[in-house]
């Protein structure tokens, strides 16, 4: 495909970007009709999506910075949430945990399309406990186990041929056995300070929702512009 193609490609992908629309439906959110807590009415909305079928609902992007002030993002699992905060789980030696190391503070995004709901996380986060993070790695399948002691995540491979060796080694090195929890991969837990509810409606005029801890512990709502 030459230059001309490359750019007729193009220029149709970008008017079609453009034209691509959703007409939210009239229902709305307001300060009013939530939960004082934004961490019971995220379970509230967790909850709805399960409930509705949707494929993955604990879909997440996790978005870093680095100690250069460049941001990364990527699409991760959620895999626990309480009073105390937002959980999932990583190698604690893959890029996202070195980001996290420099820099603490973190954002997460969920999107439920299909409700014209998202969700806006931001925190600091901090490592759950050796303990907390062996209590789900045994849920994992041993596949899964085995993957992360094999995987020297965001590592650079000299081919899929070095991963699967790596495989075979950890697969016959617990032959026989239980997998245990590798010590450079666990939990972490993102303690939010802001969180934000959008709900689309008609002609981009969505609802917006915020909390954000007041200096006094508490949590503040309030309205924002869409």
């Known amino acids: 495909m030459g230059k001309a193609d490359d750019c007729n490609v193009s220029d149709s992908l970008s008017h079609h970007l453009q034209t691509l629309r959703r007409e939210h439906e009239e229902s709305g959110i307001a300060p009013d009709n939530m939960l004082d807590d934004p961490l019971q009415q995220f379970a509230v909305w967790m909850q709805d999506a399960i ?17 250069d002030g460049r941001p990364s993002a990527r699409v991760t699992l959620l895999k626990g949430v309480d009073e105390t905060g937002f959980v999932f789980f990583s190698n604690y030696d893959s890029r996202k945990a ?26 600091v986060v901090e490592r759950t406990t050796e303990a907390e993070s062996a209590d789900y790695f045994i849920t994992r399948s041993r596949g899964s186990q085995i993957g992360a002691w094999a ?15 790596l495989v075979r080694e950890i697969e016959e090195r617990f032959d026989g056995q239980n997998v245990p929890l590798p010590p450079h991969w666990g939990g972490f837990r993102l303690r939010p300070d802001a969180v934000e509810f959008w ?4 002609s981009r005029l969505h609802d917006r929702v915020r909390y954000r801890l007041g200096d006094d512990g508490a949590w503040i709502k309030e309205r924002l512009a869409p």
């Open 199 to 202: 709900k689309g409606r008609p």
């Open 98 to 123: 070195r980001q996290m190391r420099a820099n603490p503070y973190v954002a997460l995004v969920f999107y439920w399309g299909d409700f014209g709901r998202q969700v806006r996380v931001e925190g």
């Open 51 to 67: 409930d509705a079928g949707i494929h993955l609902p604990n879909t997440m992007t996790v978005a870093t910075v680095d100690e």
């Open 151 to 165: 995987s020297p995540q965001s590592r650079v491979l000299s081919g899929r041929e070095e991963l699967d060796g």
